[in-house]
């Protein structure tokens, strides 16, 4: 082990966001590892379904000697739990999670055969011990109940893991952040704060999850039709608020959407959520009530096109359809790179006759993540010797730094680091350590890691400008063709209106034949197609020739 | 013609945003264009260059009577003038502009072969007279100087058109928006008002182009380093303000990145833009001076990869690198669809260890666009008895439609359309006609309009699962393959660690060859093929055989 005497802090395989995903904390020869979570390919990441860090180090590390005492997940969304199949296939390890946080972890451990796979269920403010580390675990706000922030004690000091939260004094839960637990970490003083950075950049406080109560009840006195609300399918407490809304407005609720329907199932059975059972109407009696008395919760704010709010808006949804008169609130924000198709989406169900709200319309969205004054908050608050920023682009974890900076932690003893780079804590020193094999892992259908740069590259080229085959047979005798080159191309031109272009490849490839010489005569042809194309069209095929000297069966 | 007592204003060719790339404005037999721009392909239209609007129907109706007498550009960005090569390719007819908008069209005619085409230069204020049209254009204030809106006397009344506009009242140019004209207007009575609605859902006012000096000011006093600004290379105010403070704190200015080089080569002979000859150095020399005395132009503000900063960002620059101790100043918002890019542009800059600056992080960058308290004051000075929103996606129209009911104008006297549907108009009535063919072109490579749905639909399968062909060679005299088949395969899986696949591929297609009794082979091959990729990997490249029989060479 490097460093023996050093707690050791490595994020793990992020895309963007840095320590978000998965998180090794390591002393000697004892770890944990903190959430597994996904990510969700960016729009160049062609035919990517979902992307998981690339932990492949910390189990090369187990030969060295390293055991994993345990995996924490902080709280249920997919960024922190979704590889949680993939981690467990290869690190066998006991799982720590909340109530509500591990019945979502149950349905993906199933769905990778991890049934009897041991579960620990724990509430915030219980004490895990694994291995060395003592971690107290305490109450956070976000945006899905139960989530938690870790109060990590180890040999070096008390290291405290915000997680993703913000600072709600009136969340809809009514279970505000456990601001005495960290008042008492402070009182015994935080060697190292890891916060979440998401929205450094965003000056103020975020407002609490309440305020959309009031639009909610804007929208839905005004509303004379239907109303549509789409949310993610985790924001349990938004579902709270709308069925409240709703039992004001005599409204009855259906839920569209396998996602959120399961949610919901795991959220009600835990009593995380309470929806009297005569609000609740199934899609289809739904449909034949009258308009203004029903509101239909709904997935697909991302405008995603196989979701709930996506069928519905190009007509595709097998029960539901848009009707003139009909409200849609998009009770959440564009996750960045979604805009164009929001905004798409947005546009068609106007398009259909819906009145669509949506922020910065009205309020009916609030994110989950604390802003610059909650920061500064609990900065305040914990006053730790080190600082660590974390959950967010390189870009927010820079401006966290600032913030600290101001608040009077010396630059020194603040470290922004990248995914794969480890962080040496020693009682009196913070040092930016070596950068280990990390990165992430593309998943594509059953493909885990087997999409690399090439194919991607590829991927790249082919939904750019397409592809052509061309099959050459050659008469071994005369050294001429047997038939005319068949073409096929994909991607390319549109082939019914290219025939003289296919004509002009053909007679290329005839003449290429007739006076060819030395060398491969596939790649004579490759090139000399490929530079044709580009002539013609000034687009670059993928050109491919199959070229094969044959008697012709007679 | 139909309705031939009634003008008809028709909106073509928009992705997603109307009125906005070219408008035809027809009154009986007679009409005039207003602007010819282009599109941006959005993220999932692949190999897309650019996209134009469809205006075939325009010249459709020319063979019907129609006679165009002259093309109005109001601005100089490229959704305002890109298509005007394409245009005239068709529509020879005479283009009329302000001088900084006609000396940018200047360079894109000449690249289209139109040399000597009629390009007439008009000033603000001007009239100008075509056929029944008298059209009275005015000043107004926009993110690139020298943009005019338009006071169309028509035969049934007088149409004001704002085009991109913001209510300015401190440019950087000292030139205001033309208030007395628009009181003028009033005072004569405006039939209808065709305003700019890009933000329209933003409350407030856009801040004056003025508060740029102030986060420039602040930025410059601090930075020990050099001074990158990145923005569009049409901004020309924000290249006036940049090389304001440049002189204000010693520092010479360097430009990098074609197009902008070109702008300011442009505003400079036209006089819009002032740069002192002592103040300009060429970016080598700028590269052996201390850094502290430098400030850099650039573009690449949308993290385009081959523009300025994005070379900078992936350390591709053929004379620029960046250093620590960089400022770099994104003076421009993420165009929609494009943040994800920048963002990434952005942590590759930090990375590299430069500051950079960005709203919200700072006002570095303010709209161009009019929000709803401009868009309230520009309807109550004009008082129109009709109501078009234009420029902006139909959310964007529809809000705007509300905040001009707001303000009495009646719901009946408002028309929100998309491109290709036509509004007519009376003195007394504003109708929504009919839907004529319409829409937008792709241009891809030298391609006008040939890729259509077909193939992009190719493409997104090719971008996402690749494509596999197999040549399949049988023995015409045994029906036996003659060598094992051949497969290439591209964006689909890693070839050289696929050897099992590939061997599974070869042995299913012997298996079929080898049973095959009707039907074609080819289509049975294909079929297996694409069954048992997705059975083995959950993907679906598209498939394709080239099928034989042949004697072999002997």
Chains 1, 2 share one sequence.
């Not at 402070?186 to 965003?202: E, I, K, P, Y």
């Not at 042809?525 to 044959?550: G, H, N, W």
Request: proline share 6%; with cysteine.
């Amino acid at each position: 082990m490097p460093n023996p005497a050093k707690l050791r802090i490595l994020p793990l395989g992020g895309l963007g966001e840095i320590g978000k995903n998965m998180m090794l904390i390591q002393y000697e020869n004892d770890g944990i590892i903190i959430d597994t979570g996904i990510m969700f390919p960016e729009n160049d990441m062609l035919g990517i379904d979902y992307i998981i860090p690339d932990f492949q180090y910390v189990i090369d590390q187990l030969e060295e000697g390293l055991t994993v005492h345990g995996i924490i997940i902080t709280h249920g969304h997919e960024d922190h739990t979704g590889a949680i199949g993939h981690v467990l296939d290869a690190l066998p390890v006991p799982v720590y999670a909340t109530a509500l946080t591990a019945g979502l972890l149950e349905i993906k451990m199933r769905s990778f055969g991890h049934t009897d796979h041991p579960l620990h269920v724990f509430k915030a403010g219980d004490v895990l011990r694994l291995g060395p580390f003592s971690v107290e675990t305490f109450h956070v706000c976000h945006s899905i109940p139960d989530g938690v922030g870790l109060g990590i004690n180890t040999p070096v000091g008390l290291v405290v893991h915000s997680s993703d939260f913000k600072f709600d004094h009136t969340p809809v839960d009514g279970w505000p952040p456990d601001f005495a637990r960290l008042a008492e970490f402070a009182q015994r003083g935080v060697l190292a704060l890891l916060a979440d950075s998401t929205n450094a950049d965003q000056e103020g406080w975020t407002p609490s999850e309440r305020v959309i109560d009031r639009a909610f009840d804007e929208v839905f006195a005004r509303a004379k039709g239907r109303i549509i609300v789409a949310t993610f399918a985790s924001l349990i407490s938004r579902i709270q608020q709308v069925a409240q809304a709703a039992q004001k407005y005599d409204r009855k609720m259906a839920v569209a959407g396998h996602s959120m329907v399961e949610y919901i199932k795991v959220a009600t059975r835990l009593g995380y959520l309470k929806l009297p059972p005569d609000l609740m109407v199934p899609v289809d009696r739904a449909n034949k009530m009258p308009p203004h008395e029903i509101v239909i919760m709904a997935t697909g704010t991302q405008g995603e096109p196989s979701a709930v709010l996506g069928r519905l808006a190009w007509g595709e949804h097998r029960q539901l359809e848009i009707e003139r008169g009909d409200t849609v609130i998009m009770s959440a924000h564009p996750i960045p790179g979604n805009e164009e198709l929001v905004h798409r989406t947005i546009n068609k169900l106007i398009q259909r006759g819906a009145h669509v709200i949506y922020d910065p319309i009205a309020r009916v969205h609030v994110s989950g993540h604390a802003r610059r004054d909650e920061l500064k908050l609990l900065i305040n608050l914990l006053r730790p010797k080190f600082f660590i920023p974390v959950h967010g682009e390189l870009r927010h974890l820079t401006q966290h730094s600032l913030l600290a900076q101001e608040l009077g932690i010396p630059a020194q003893n603040i470290a922004v680091v990248e995914n794969g780079m480890e962080i040496l804590l020693s009682p009196d020193r913070l040092e930016v350590g070596e950068r280990v094999p990390g990165g992430y892992v593309f998943v594509d259908g059953k493909g885990v890691g087997d999409v690399g740069p090439i194919v991607m590259r590829d991927r790249e080229t082919l939904g750019r400008d397409g592809f052509v085959s061309v099959l050459v047979l050659i008469d071994a005798e005369t050294g001429e063709l047997i038939e005319p080159p068949e073409v096929i191309s994909r991607g390319f031109v549109f082939l019914r209106d290219a025939s003289g272009l296919i004509e002009m490849a053909q007679e290329r490839i005839a003449e290429i034949v007739r006076r060819h010489e030395r060398g491969s005569l596939t790649v004579a042809i490759q090139d000399a197609l490929s530079k044709m194309f580009y002539t013609e069209t000034k687009r670059r095929p993928m050109t491919f020739a199959f070229v094969r000297e044959v008697s012709m069966a007679e």
